[in-house]
Every structure is written in structure tokens, then in C-alpha cells.
């Protein structure tokens, strides 16, 4: 059987170098092209590429993924920084290449994945919810992609829920003292050496309350989503958000 020919777009980073050695090691995949900034975007259909790994910086990623899609050239996107406007012209671009798909992974660890679902699944059931992230320093953007997606899940189990606002009589704070604001639930972004990327969920009820933490230690975390997501995108035209579509959760 033919190996998927996989091309890393941010090979030179910190995740990009983990992933270039993951696509190396796997059985079924071969490296076709590793690209570092200033490298030209045709090298990739020139080494054949049928998915790029797109691990860069929210600057970069459009232009990227423009070309990957109108070339035909599946996308595996771990790069943060999404709004609604960009996943709209991410949307047309595919419009106009039907056959071709393209995940976005907001987080490709399973245990983050998890953490997202779990959040999820609890929301309804309580009346406060809150997200603290937690990443190395030199990260670009804030809050995580994957806190304003948790976020995002959580405020949508308690709308679908007909929850009532958060409890919360703040009527006076310093700028930013209950984080940023992502559809109503408080998402706080801590920057700190030593640290990888972490995230812990709070939930509280009358009387109790739930946490739900997860900790990526090392880059190598990430690996197993990034390759079955390149795996499973090529069969999968248009946008998918979040690797939890590839994990048959339910
Ligand atoms: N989804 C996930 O699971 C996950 C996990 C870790 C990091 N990330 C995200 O991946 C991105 C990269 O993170 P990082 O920690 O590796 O950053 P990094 O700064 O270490 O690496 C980014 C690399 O991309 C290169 N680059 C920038 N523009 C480029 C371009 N146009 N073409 C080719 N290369 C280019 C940079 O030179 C750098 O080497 C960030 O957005 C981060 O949030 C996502
Ligand atoms: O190191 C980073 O940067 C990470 N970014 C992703 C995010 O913003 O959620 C995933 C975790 C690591």
C-alpha cells in the first residue's frame, strides 16, 4: 500500500520538529517536505504533499492554508489564534475546492480532548463555570485555543440547557481581574516558564465542586492526534473542528 505523503508547514518549532519526527517513524506516512519560514509554499506541491501539517503562528496560517487548499492539499492545523471571521474564509476557500478537507485541532492531546468533552458534559449540571490556562512563555496568543474552545462548549451545553447567567456580583475589578470573557464564561491565561500547556476546568454547585485538569508535559503529547488526523482528513472533505470528530467519543 501506497505511504500518505505528508509535508510539515513550522518544521523548525516546537511542536513542527516533534511532528517532522513523528511523520518520519510512522509505518504508513513519508515525509515529503519540511518547511521553516521564508521557504516557498510550492515546494509542497512540488514533493507531491497530500496533507499539510500546519504548526506555525496566527500571522501565517492563512496564507498557508490558502494555498494548501486551492492546490488540492489536505490541511492538519494545530495553529491557534481562530475567529469566526477566519473560519469563514477558511470555509469558502474550501467551498471552492470540494474534495478537500482540512481539521482544525484547537488541541491534538487526547487527554485535552477529553477535558473539552468532560467540560462539556458537566456544564449544564452546574451553576459556575470557569477556565484557567496555563503555557510556557513564549506562547503568541491569549487565552489558548484550546481554553476559548472549552469555553465556547461550555457556554453552548448551558444555553442548549436553558441555564441562567453565572452567579457573579463583581461591581468593581481591576482591568482583566476576571479574565477575558468567551461567551459569557471567565477564561484566565497564565504565562509561566517550566510550564507546558495545561488547563484546568472549575465547576461549582451549592456546595460543591468539580476540576477537571489536564497537563501536556512534553510535545510528544500531541503526536498521536496529529497522525490520525492526517490519517483520517484525507477522507474528510470540508472543515473539521476539533480531533474529537476522528475519535468516535459517543
Ligand atoms: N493544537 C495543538 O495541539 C497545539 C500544540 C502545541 C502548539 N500549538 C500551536 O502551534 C503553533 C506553533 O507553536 P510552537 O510552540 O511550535 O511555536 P514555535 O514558535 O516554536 O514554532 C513555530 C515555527 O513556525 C515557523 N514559521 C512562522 N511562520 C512560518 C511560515 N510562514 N512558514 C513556515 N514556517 C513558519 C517559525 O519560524 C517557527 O519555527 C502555535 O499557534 C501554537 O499555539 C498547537
Ligand atoms: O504551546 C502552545 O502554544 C499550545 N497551543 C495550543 C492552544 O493554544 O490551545 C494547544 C496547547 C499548546
Do not use: Y
Amino acid at each position: 500500500m501506497s505511504k500518505l505523503r505528508v509535508a510539515v508547514i513550522g518544521a523548525k518549532g516546537r511542536i513542527g520538529s516533534e511532528a517532522v519526527r513523528a511523520v518520519e517513524a510512522a509505518e504508513d506516512m513519508e515525509l515529503v517536505a519540511a518547511l521553516g519560514r521564508g521557504d516557498g509554499l510550492e515546494t509542497l506541491t512540488e514533493a507531491g504533499a497530500q496533507v499539510a501539517v500546519e504548526l506555525t503562528h496566527p500571522d501565517a496560517v492563512m496564507d498557508n492554508l490558502e494555498f494548501c487548499v486551492r492546490n488540492g492539499i489536505h490541511g492538519v492545523v494545530g495553529t491557534t489564534g481562530w475567529t469566526d471571521e477566519r473560519l469563514a474564509q477558511l470555509r469558502s476557500w474550501l467551498d471552492a475546492s470540494p474534495r478537500t478537507g482540512v481539521l482544525i485541532a484547537p488541541n491534538f492531546s487526547i487527554g485535552a480532548v477529553l477535558t473539552m468533552r468532560f467540560a462539556q458534559q458537566a456544564a449544564r449540571f452546574f451553576e459556575s463555570a470557569e477556565v484557567i490556562e496555563l503555557h510556557h512563555p513564549n506562547k503568541a496568543d491569549a487565552p489558548s485555543g484550546t481554553a476559548a474552545r472549552t469555553a465556547k462548549l461550555i457556554a453552548e451545553a448551558r444555553a442548549a440547557a436553558d441555564c441562567p447567567p453565572q452567579p457573579d456580583a463583581t461591581s468593581s475589578a481591576l482591568d482583566g481581574a476576571r479574565g477575558a470573557d468567551v461567551d459569557g464564561i471567565p477564561v484566565h491565561s497564565v504565562r509561566l516558564r517550566g510550564l507546558l500547556a495545561h488547563q484546568e476546568v472549575l465547576l461549582g454547585g451549592v456546595g460543591e465542586t468539580l476540576t477537571i485538569r489536564h497537563d501536556s508535559l512534553h510535545h510528544s503529547s500531541f503526536m498521536p492526534g496529529i497522525l490520525l488526523g492526517a490519517r483520517r482528513v484525507v477522507a474528510t472533505p470540508g472543515l473539521t473542528m476539533g480531533l474529537e470528530n476522528f475519535l468516535d467519543l459517543d
